[in-house]
């Protein structure tokens, strides 16, 4: 049986050759080419190894590659710090024997973590390894909507971005970008475990139904931590425009927060402050409704 490890390792390193055209790398590019990007045989040359190993590396058979091995592949692929540490990260996994038992348990938000989202007066979430929403302050639900519309096991960033039945979000101009931060924080976490059933799960089903995440998959991206810019085109208080940062929670791999802020002063603070003034509005008047 193939290792896990050394299967997600061919697939990295598949994914880079074919990002590389010949002219970044000195090459003519020659006559009619089969393949996207560089031929197996043309970054074997430049990382000083033979085809054939190359080539055993890509298919996930039985190679161990040593840390200058390595080193000189990240060199010939161009891999910036992240897609090195990547590397480096499946082909030492791939160098020991597959562990017969992993603890697969549900993952647990601390009550220390809880009572932080409650205080907090900026949107928060804790996201599991995999991109479960496990827990959310009420800043959020006023931000990102309700998670009550939706059964637990569906309360996965992912699964959420790539829904169909979510119309219009994928009119959103940084659509795309989200969408590859989501994925390549998927695949860091999928270096530490390839079969863990969580994440099984959730690439396989989005495999089957969307050709968008297939295309974006395949890219082999990776984030090991993400900040950024979104816009949230909220109705009743205008577009909102705010930073995101993931913090790790201690003992991981696991858990995380992701937290939005917006700069103090600013007309999108206001507009934060705005939308969190209706959402308590509108749940006081729920609760004296049920009552």
């Known amino acids: 049986m193939t290792h896990p490890y050394a299967r997600e390792l061919g697939d990295f390193l598949r994914a880079r050759r074919s990002r590389l055209r010949p002219q970044d790398v000195g090459l003519e590019p020659g006559g009619r080419r089969k393949v996207t990007g560089l031929r197996r045989e043309e970054l074997a ?60 348990g549900p993952e647990k938000v601390p009550d220390s973590t809880r009572r932080l989202l409650r205080v907090m007066d900026t949107p928060a979430v804790v996201l599991g390894r995999h991109l479960d ?56 976490a999928v270096a530490t475990d390839p079969t863990h059933p969580r994440a099984t799960a959730i690439v396989g089903e989005l495999s089957i139904r969307s050709a968008e995440f297939r295309r974006l998959w395949a890219r082999h991206d990776v984030r090991a931590s993400v900040s950024g810019t979104k816009t949230f085109r909220i109705p009743e208080a205008g577009d909102i425009v705010l930073d995101w940062d993931t913090y790790q929670l201690p003992g991981g791999p696991g858990p995380f927060m992701l937290v939005y802020t917006a700069e103090p002063g600013s007309a999108d603070a206001d507009r934060l402050k705005l939308l969190a003034s209706l959402h308590a509005t509108r749940s006081a008047l729920a609760d004296e409704h049920l009552s």
């Open 45 to 104: 040359l430049l990382a000083g190894l033979s085809t054939d190993y190359y080539q055993r590396m890509e298919q996930g058979r039985e190679v161990r590659p040593s840390d200058d091995v390595l080193d000189a592949l990240a060199g010939a692929l161009g891999l910036d710090d992240e897609e090195r540490r990547h590397l480096f990260t499946l082909a030492r996994a791939a160098r020991r024997p597959v562990p017969v038992r992993v603890d697969h």
């Open 133 to 188: 929403l496990l827990a959310w302050n009420p800043m959020a639900e006023a931000l990102l909507g309700s998670p009550d519309a939706y059964p637990p096991h569906r309360l996965n960033m992912l699964l959420l971005l790539f829904d169909d039945t979510l119309t219009g979000a994928r009119n959103c101009p940084d659509w795309e970008r989200q969408a590859l931060d989501y994925i390549g924080m998927m695949r860091a």
